[in-house]
């Protein structure tokens, strides 16, 4: 069959109607962020801090943080980057801050639990973070990953405001989070959806599990349904929402995300010339009745080919 060809995505994420939807990239370090730069990404929507302290018997120093996080900020320079604090435990375990005995990782004491745990940890990674920000004027945004309750994003939106962060985010990673929506926006100033986490934890399925991968579909309607009232907290409250787990990269997917209430979204590089080549065939109106479409089906089956219907 032939391949199909798509244009380039030319660094500006449209709808057909001229609706403006921010296509950013997905980076894990220096050479991701040059080949996000390459691929014309509007931001980084989700750079993962990880990178700096895996395989480390002890934590990087701050100076240290500082390097490696320029070298990710610089190909972005003046525009904008959202930096994930560190989102260790589960699959990620670092010597110097997570426990290697627990049940259950994944429920574990992970991602901004770490920080929790390691107030320290945290001062030191958002003093490097706004550091590298300011050396490369980037337009800086910091979010956290894993956060359950508003106390989580409240003490974390104060650690770094302390650290002169101006705009501060959430990821919704869990049920919780996503139900919680509007107390959060109240607490910070955009949030991210990680739809990875937050379709592992809504369907109850390990998102690594190869016999799982059907129950592990953002286009399950109980996720779906999660994304649409985080949508409509965003809305209510006049503040960005964003898609960075993989969904964001899916072209089908992604009007029916806009539709839901989606301003932006991040995927890895590679996607974005087919998910913006999608988003210019269809207006904020056929998002709507997209989403519409997919809120009122009874499977991620019956999702798809209810979207297919109203989209073509
Ligand atoms: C996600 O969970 O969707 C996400 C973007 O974070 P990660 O894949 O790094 O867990
Ligand atoms: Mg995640």
Avoid at 143 to 163: G, L, N, S
Wanted: charged share 20%; aromatic share 4%; proline share 5%.
């Amino acid at each position: 069959a032939a391949v199909e060809q798509v244009a380039a995505f030319d660094g500006t994420g449209l709808l057909a109607d001229g609706t403006a939807i921010p296509l950013l990239a997905n980076v894990g370090g220096a050479a991701d962020a040059v080949a996000a730069a390459e691929a014309r990404a509007q931001g980084i929507g989700l750079f993962r801090t990880e990178f700096c302290f895996l395989d480390r018997a002890e934590e990087p120093t701050v100076a240290e943080q500082v390097a490696a996080y320029r070298g990710v900020l610089a190909p972005f320079a003046g525009r904008k980057v959202v930096v994930r604090t560190l989102d260790a435990g589960s699959d990620k375990p670092l010597p110097f801050a997570t426990a290697a005995d627990e049940e259950n990782p994944a429920l574990g004491v992970r991602g901004l639990r770490v920080s929790v745990a390691h107030p320290a940890l945290l001062a030191h990674q958002l003093a490097a973070i706004a550091a590298a920000g300011a050396a490369e004027s980037a337009q800086l945004e910091v979010m956290a990953p894993m956060v359950a309750t508003v106390e989580e994003a409240r003490d974390f939106a104060a650690a770094c405001r302390e650290a002169g962060i101006a705009r501060t985010g959430i990821m919704i990673e869990t049920p919780a989070a996503a139900l919680m929506a509007a107390e959060l926006f109240a607490v910070v100033d955009f949030v991210s959806l990680g739809t990875n986490d937050l379709t592992q934890y809504t369907m109850a399925a390990d998102r690594l599990s190869a016999p799982l991968g059907a129950l592990n579909d953002p286009w399950q309607p109980a996720v779906l349904r999660l994304i649409a009232a985080v949508g409509e907290a965003g809305r209510a409250a006049g503040k960005p929402v964003g898609v960075c787990g993989e969904a964001g990269g899916d072209p089908a997917l992604a009007p029916v995300l806009v539709g839901l209430g989606v301003t932006s979204l991040s995927m890895t590089a590679r996607s974005l010339d087919r998910v913006s080549a999608r988003l210019r065939t269809v207006t904020a109106e056929d998002c709507r009745r997209a989403a519409a479409a997919a809120l009122g089906a009874a499977t991620a089956a019956e999702a798809r080919s209810a979207v297919a219907a109203v989209l073509g």
